[in-house]
């Protein structure tokens, strides 16, 4: 019963690095999110897709990009990392508005 | 611009107390209502949630009111326990459109004994 997996739990990256955050979920959702959190600021929705081949913007998608080639996976890339993303990130998933499941966070540092 | 406004920002309350906290929301085209719970190192879990055309919904201790023509609701937590002790989001969603949740900032409860 695993639900919503994130890796890596924490990660420590260097300005202008690059890395992907992995999300893969087995409840065959097809609505998945990526958020993030900062302390203060409650949980900004950077990617989502609503299903397999479709991906679409949210609040704050600026360094990020995201690809969902399959149901269970939809990672989050960064490619050129700066200190602004230093936050958690949590990845979800849905199968209709009425409950998204979420992973346990990505704690990212970036310096 | 903050679509969901919440408050207060944290909130202390004796064991057995009643802890209330409120958001209120800019859209009225949002139609689903829910709260989130969360512990440290964990993600947010649902904990209970409503839609617009009901004016109360209660789930033991838990209890959502929600005022459509204010665009506001309200969480109240009955008999605080310090396993209550966590921070709380309320969000707003609308379906249809991708179902996103929109969070307010958060509130960071603590129950004490």
């Known amino acids: 019963n695993a639900g919503v997996t994130q890796t890596p739990k924490f990660r420590i990256l260097k300005i202008g690095q690059s890395m992907t955050l992995q999300c893969t979920q087995d409840m065959n959702h097809n609505y998945m999110y990526w958020y993030r959190q900062d302390p203060g600021m409650g949980l900004k929705l950077i990617y989502y897709s609503v299903g397999a081949g479709i991906t679409d913007k949210g609040e704050v998608p600026n360094g990020y990009n995201v690809s969902r080639s399959t149901t269970e996976d939809f990672p989050l890339r960064l490619e050129l990392a700066a200190p602004s993303q230093t936050s958690v990130y949590f990845c979800a998933s849905s199968y209709r508005a009425t409950e998204a499941f979420f992973g346990q966070g990505t704690r990212l ?3 | 611009q903050q679509q969901v406004k919440q408050s207060p920002q944290s909130l202390i309350v004796q064991k057995g107390g009643i802890s209330i906290i409120n958001c209120a929301y800019e859209n009225t085209a949002f139609d689903y209502f829910p709260w989130y719970q969360q512990f440290p ?3 947010p879990a649902l904990l209970i949630a409503i839609r ?3 004016s109360e919904k209660k789930e033991g201790r838990f209890t959502i009111s929600f005022n459509k023509s204010a665009k506001q609701f309200s969480l109240h937590i009955m008999d605080s326990q310090p396993g209550d002790s966590a921070t709380y989001f309320c969000a707003a969603i609308l379906t249809g459109g991708g179902n996103k949740l929109t969070f307010g900032t958060g509130t960071q ?5």
């Open chain 2, 41 to 43: 190192g964990k993600g």
């Open chain 2, 52 to 54: 617009p055309d009901v």
């Open chain 1, 109 to 111: 540092t970036v310096v």
């Open chain 2, 109 to 113: 409860l603590k129950v004490e004994l």
